[in-house]
C-alpha cells in the first residue's frame, strides 16, 4: 500500500514538473514580441531587378511628390533627381502620360527639374494619391493599364500610391533608383514590401530606371 502511494506520490511529482517547465517556456515565448527580437532579424535576399518593356500608350508615369519642402532636406532624393528627369524626359518623348501629385501645396512648389508642363494632370492628396483625388479616373479615362511609380518619400506616397494601385488592378512599375527617403531602411522596406505583399508583389515589378525600355 505505502509502494503504491509512494508511486502516486511520484507520478503527481513529475506532473507538476512537467506542467511548471511548460508553463515556464509558454511564458518565455509569449514574452517575446517583434520589437524585442529587433536586433537578431536579419534581414531577407534582396529581390530581383527585372528589365521591363512598356506600351507607351497604355502607361502613366507617376511623379510623386518632388517637391521643394520635401526633397532637398533628403539627400537620397536629391540624388535620384538626374536619373528622374532622364526618365521623364524619355517617357514624355515616348508619348507616355505623365501625372504629377502634391501634398497640399502648389505646382510652383514641384522641383524645377522635374516641373509639370501644360497639360499634365495634378493630383494632392497625402501618401495614398488615390484617396479623395481623380487619380483613379483619370488613369481609367486615358486607358491605363500599367504605372510606374517614382517619388518621395519611399515609405509613404510611394508604397503607399503602388500598392493602391497594383489592388486596382494596374501593373505597376517601380524602379527603385527613383523611389528615395531620409533613411536606407524606409527604401529597403519599401521595396521589400512591394515585393511580397499579397496581391501587391503579383503586380509588382522591381527595376532601374536604366532598365525599363520602350
Known amino acids: 500500500m505505502r509502494r503504491v502511494k509512494r508511486k502516486n506520490v511520484l507520478n503527481l511529482l513529475v506532473i507538476i514538473a512537467v506542467f511548471a517547465i511548460g508553463t515556464g517556456l509558454s511564458t518565455t515565448a509569449s514574452a517575446q514580441t517583434i520589437v524585442d527580437e529587433w536586433v537578431n532579424i536579419k534581414a531577407p535576399p534582396p529581390p530581383e531587378l527585372k528589365s521591363v518593356t512598356i506600351n507607351p500608350k497604355e502607361t502613366a508615369l507617376l511623379m510623386l511628390d518632388f517637391l521643394k519642402q520635401n526633397c532637398p532636406p533628403r539627400p537620397r532624393c536629391l540624388a535620384s533627381i538626374p536619373k528622374v528627369q532622364r526618365l521623364l524626359t524619355q517617357a514624355r518623348e515616348r508619348g507616355v502620360q505623365v501625372v504629377h501629385s502634391l501634398a497640399g501645396q502648389t505646382v510652383a512648389d514641384i522641383l524645377p527639374e522635374v516641373a509639370l508642363r501644360a497639360g499634365e494632370p495634378v493630383v494632392s492628396s497625402g501618401p495614398d494619391k488615390f484617396l479623395n483625388t481623380d487619380l483613379e479616373k483619370i488613369l481609367r479615362e486615358k486607358g491605363i493599364k500599367t504605372v510606374i511609380v517614382v517619388g518621395t518619400a519611399a515609405e509613404g506616397a510611394a508604397l503607399n500610391t503602388a500598392a493602391g494601385s497594383a489592388l486596382r488592378g494596374f501593373k505597376v512599375i517601380v524602379p527603385v533608383d527613383g523611389v528615395s527617403s531620409a533613411t ?25 530606371i536604366e532598365l525599363i525600355g520602350y
Open 184 to 208: 536606407t531602411f524606409a527604401e529597403l522596406y519599401t521595396a521589400w514590401h512591394l515585393a511580397n505583399a499579397p496581391r501587391i508583389g503579383a503586380q509588382v515589378t522591381l527595376t532601374k
